[in-house]
């Protein structure tokens, strides 16, 4: 029983952090189910959290050696190229460094129209060289990286992620339109939350049945756990030294777009990284994952063989996150320590 993890959760309600939540976590290539009570199977919108997914269909692509990470967005998508953006890599757009990150210019309501999203792109003007500084593509990143997956293999993301994705690794909750399923949780705002259009935002998306590919996905934590452990151990999906490849540290310095806090980056993942909540007890060069939207974490440990998933629907600000966070992910490490898995 994860005696610890319940019992953080537990406090974390009474403090008002909690809402609806699902926990999954792999040991050693095993789903832990003494977890399973704590596996709300209910779908989540995961954010951010997903961006891996998106990056891992251009893993798929390297291995075949249909693209290379260092080949310019204008090579696939030659409007692109416009307003000085020639030299803008697949690269740079994985380690958050195109100098494409701020959207304040693009209305919210033009997120459901991805013609428009397009075209804006190709308009703008970078707010620095390529390469030169981190700013996390909270947006940008998928809608970017989205177009040119479609562009290159002319089809669909959806159609990519599950042939390359999904399908291969069994992630049978993970989608990124709504598809005719059953709606994810509700997304709510604590007070502390200054995400005020969020919630109507993916409803929206959700109505329109609009790729979420900014916003990223549908899934579960089950899902979300399963990618991260077949990551670690499932070399026939991906070369294992392309896995190496991946999630070594490509980029670091500090995130204009995120108060300046340091971060590591590999391509499509954070390592070792204080915005990704690692709690200190599993927090090595080893250790990579991707937060999303103050409210949910995945994450793996590639020396520990440990993968986790921490979903949850209500939006805090960053502080109360990095205490909920940490305060899960420290019981989850201490109940796995006392189960000696």
Known sequence: MPINTEKAINQLSKEGLVK????????????IEDFEKLNESDLFH?????KPFIASVLWKLYEKKIIDFDDPISKFWPEFGKKNKQNITIKHVLTHSSGISITSSLLDHDYIDLNRVCRWIENYEPESN?????SYHEVTYGWILGEIIQRITNKTFNENFNEYVANPLGLESTNFTLEGKKFPKEVYRHESSELKTIPSIFKLLLINKIPMISGTCISTSYDLAKFYNELINNDKWLNKKIKKEVTRVHKEGNDHNSELKFTRLGLGVRINSKIINIDDSISNSE???HSGLVSCVGLASYDQNISLA???????SDQLNEHRMRTIISAIIMDIDRMKI
């Open 20 to 31: 609806d939540i699902s926990i999954s976590v792999f040991k050693k290539n095993k789903y």
């Open 46 to 50: 995961i954010f951010s959290a997903g």
């Open 130 to 134: 390529p390469g030169e500084k981190i």
């Open 287 to 289: 250790t990579f994952g």
């Open 310 to 316: 921490i979903l949850n629907n209500l939006l805090l």
